[in-house]
């Protein structure tokens, strides 16, 4: 019998998770490496540059790759011959007391993003506790663990289908995957969960992510099972969809298709398709009896060595001058790097204005949005000598609710977030003539350099909600929707979808 140390199991858990909120894997960084090398859409490019930067630079500093490090889910697969030194604690206990302590690690704080009661006060637990562990009895006498840090703009593109037996799943998936936007933050992986029933392929998928990107290995080896061929099927169709990186319209969506399969019912075929996103975080271990796990770090040089650089004609601005009438110059797909003053908020901090506006409060004290760009970001705490921990942006789609309102009541000229925006909030930053910037997702450490100043202004027993004022030089963003209305996520990708279909046609000729 092995004789598992519970110290050993809750220190694995608290190492793993802090080595993975800084650390890609490095297969990922490869796939994204080849993908960033063929890419022909700028725009893409250029996004997947700043996604390479940021993995190299959070390896070096050991900060997050993104703000949101993530809801924890751990796989467990306890060996039958297993015992453990003491009992009082059970395995989730085990790895939730791991969890609190690497999100509480004073010299790498993540941010805690957690809420209790779910459907209602939905407060912050301020320690990410409790994880979501999946616990499987197996044959031996090891403890195998597989765990991820899932952030919520990737989770929330999850989706669920029963389909009829004779449905097909790649039509489905192709079907689905451009009603998710680009939220999930791509260039990332599908996991793929078919079968068993609704809440096991859910299951099935989200341990499907755990696996390494082998999809370049497969497709020179050749299938070998329904589900290798569903893999390569679906990776194809899906990369000719055209979404591209950050949903800008480009080559490559995903970089790998992942599926795991188990029998199910005669009269159904339950699928599951959940998303990972650039800031793609896992580890694998085992715990043998001989102690903690030991994870070893990549070597620097195996990240490549990407630059990006901002052409001549980019526009910079001044956000402390800036006026309505001079964002109507700006055009969407431009590169623009902001300088100045900008004020954050996200969805607390946005429903607690409606609330005061609807009350006739008005505004905070201290906030005054007229002229002035919002940033859609809740940050990492600070350490050491930082003004502001990782600053990547949040899910635009999430605000979009409160837009026409911040629009019409406040004097807000411009928003920064990620992905892009409905159809109604694209009317109504045309109707306001505002504009809409995107910043990457999975840049959230390089994004933070940019900022050179940080105070709360409003808000703070919101805690990452809160609305900051940041200071910024040469912040760089897209200009996602512009004061027409010119749509980049929808321009991009449909661009992006019709070149490819005329490169196959020449190809197949």
Same mark, same amino acid.
């Given at each position: 019998m092995t004789v598992i140390r519970q110290q050993d199991f809750i220190d694995s858990i608290e190492d793993a998770l802090q080595f993975i909120s800084y650390y890609h894997p490095l297969d990922y960084v490869k796939a994204v490496?080849?993908?960033?090398?063929?890419?022909?859409?700028?725009?893409?490019?250029?996004?997947?540059?700043?996604?390479?930067?940021?993995?190299?630079?959070?390896?070096?500093?050991?900060?997050?790759?993104?703000?949101?490090?993530?809801?924890?889910?751990?796989?467990?697969?306890?060996?039958?011959?297993?015992?453990?030194?003491?009992?009082?604690?059970?395995?989730?206990?085990?790895?939730?007391?791991?969890?609190?302590?690497?999100?509480?690690?004073?010299?790498?704080?993540?941010?805690?993003?957690?809420?209790?009661?779910?459907?209602?006060?939905?407060?912050?637990?301020?320690?990410?506790?409790?994880?979501?562990?999946?616990?499987?009895?197996?044959?031996?006498?090891k403890i195998e663990v597989m765990i991820a840090a899932k952030g919520g703009g990737s989770e929330n593109k999850s989706k669920m289908v029963m389909l009829n037996p004779s449905d097909d799943i790649a039509d489905w998936v192709?079907?689905?995957?451009?009603?998710?936007?680009?939220?999930?933050?791509?260039?990332?992986?599908?996991?793929?969960?078919?079968?068993?029933?609704?809440?096991?392929?859910?299951?099935?998928?989200?341990?499907?992510?755990?696996?390494?990107?082998?999809?370049?290995?497969?497709?020179?080896?050749?299938?070998?099972?329904?589900?290798?061929?569903?893999?390569?099927?679906?990776?194809?169709?899906?990369?000719?969809?055209?979404?591209?990186?950050?949903?800008?319209?480009?080559?490559?969506?995903?970089?790998?298709?992942?599926?795991?399969?188990?029998?199910?019912?005669?009269?159904?075929?339950?699928?599951?398709?959940?998303?990972?996103?650039?800031?793609?975080?896992?580890?694998?271990?085992?715990?043998?009896?001989?102690?903690?796990?030991?994870?070893?770090?990549?070597?620097?040089?195996?990240?490549?060595?990407?630059?990006?650089?901002?052409?001549?004609?980019?526009?910079?601005?001044?956000?402390?001058?800036?006026?309505? /009438?001079? #964002?109507? =110059?700006?055009? $969407?797909?431009?590169?623009?790097?902001?300088?100045?003053?900008?004020? !954050? +908020?996200?969805? &607390?901090?946005?429903?607690?204005?409606?609330?005061?506006?609807?009350?006739?409060?008005?505004?905070?004290?201290?906030?005054?949005?007229?002229?002035?760009?919002?940033?859609?970001?809740?940050?990492?705490?600070?350490?050491?000598?930082?003004?502001?921990?990782?600053?990547?942006?949040?899910?635009?789609?999430?605000?979009?609710?409160?837009t026409d309102m911040m629009l019409e009541k406040t004097g807000l000229i411009g928003m920064i977030g990620k992905a892009e925006r409905g159809p109604a909030t694209v009317d109504s930053i045309a109707k306001h003539k505002a504009?809409?910037?995107?910043?990457?997702?999975?840049?959230?450490?390089?994004?933070?350099?940019?900022?050179?100043?940080?105070?709360?202004?409003?808000?703070?027993?919101?805690?990452? /909600?809160? #609305?900051? =004022?940041?200071? $910024?030089?040469?912040?760089?963003?897209?200009?996602?929707?512009?004061? !027409? +209305?010119?749509? &980049?996520?929808?321009?991009?990708?449909?661009?992006?979808?019709?070149?490819?279909?005329?490169?196959?046609?020449?190809?197949?000729?």
């Amino acid at each position: 019998m092995t004789v598992i140390r519970q110290q050993d199991f809750i220190d694995s858990i608290e190492d793993a998770l802090q080595f993975i909120s800084y650390y890609h894997p490095l297969d990922y960084v490869k796939a994204v490496e080849e993908a960033y090398k063929k890419e022909k859409s700028q725009a893409a490019k250029d996004a997947m540059a700043q996604i390479l930067i940021n993995s190299r630079m959070s390896a070096e500093g050991k900060r997050p790759l993104c703000q949101d490090t993530g809801i924890v889910t751990c796989f467990v697969k306890v060996g039958m011959g297993v015992t453990w030194d003491k009992t009082d604690m059970t395995v989730q206990e085990m790895v939730d007391e791991g969890t609190r302590r690497a999100y509480l690690n004073p010299d790498n704080p993540l941010r805690a993003s957690i809420v209790a009661d779910p459907a209602g006060a939905r407060k912050n637990t301020k320690d990410n506790t409790p994880s979501v562990v999946h616990i499987d009895m197996v044959a031996g006498e090891k403890i195998e663990v597989m765990i991820a840090a899932k952030g919520g703009g990737s989770e929330n593109k999850s989706k669920m289908v029963m389909l009829n037996p004779s449905d097909d799943i790649a039509d489905w998936v192709v079907k689905t995957l451009p009603t998710m936007g680009a939220g999930w933050c791509p260039p990332g992986m599908l996991g793929i969960g078919i079968g068993g029933t609704a809440e096991k392929a859910a299951v099935l998928a989200k341990e499907s992510l755990m696996d390494p990107v082998d999809i370049q290995e497969l497709i020179e080896r050749g299938p070998q099972t329904t589900d290798e061929k569903l893999r390569l099927e679906i990776f194809d169709r899906v990369n000719k969809l055209g979404i591209g990186a950050q949903g800008l319209g480009g080559l490559t969506t995903v970089v790998d298709v992942k599926i795991k399969s188990l029998p199910t019912h005669a009269a159904s075929k339950p699928v599951a398709m959940i998303p990972n996103c650039a800031a793609t975080r896992h580890a694998h271990f085992y715990l043998d009896g001989s102690g903690p796990a030991e994870l070893t770090p990549p070597k620097l040089e195996d990240w490549p060595e990407v630059t990006w650089e901002v052409s001549e004609n980019t526009r910079r601005v001044n956000l402390d001058e800036v006026t309505k /009438e001079d #964002i109507q =110059e700006w055009k $969407v797909g431009e590169t623009v790097l902001l300088s100045g003053k900008m004020l !954050t +908020g996200r969805d &607390a901090a946005h429903k607690r204005i409606q609330t005061m506006m609807e009350n006739g409060e008005g505004l905070p004290e201290g906030v005054d949005l007229t002229n002035r760009f919002i940033y859609y970001v809740g940050p990492v705490d600070a350490v050491g000598d930082e003004v502001v921990g990782p600053a990547g942006p949040t899910t635009a789609t999430r605000m979009d609710k409160f837009t026409d309102m911040m629009l019409e009541k406040t004097g807000l000229i411009g928003m920064i977030g990620k992905a892009e925006r409905g159809p109604a909030t694209v009317d109504s930053i045309a109707k306001h003539k505002a504009v809409y910037l995107m910043a990457v997702g999975g840049a959230a450490y390089l994004v933070s350099k940019a900022i050179k100043k940080s105070r709360v202004v409003a808000f703070e027993d919101l805690g990452m /909600e809160a #609305i900051y =004022e940041f200071d $910024v030089e040469d912040m760089p963003v897209t200009v996602a929707v512009d004061s !027409t +209305g010119a749509n &980049a996520h929808k321009n991009g990708p449909a661009i992006w979808k019709a070149k490819i279909e005329e490169l196959d046609a020449s190809l197949s000729k």
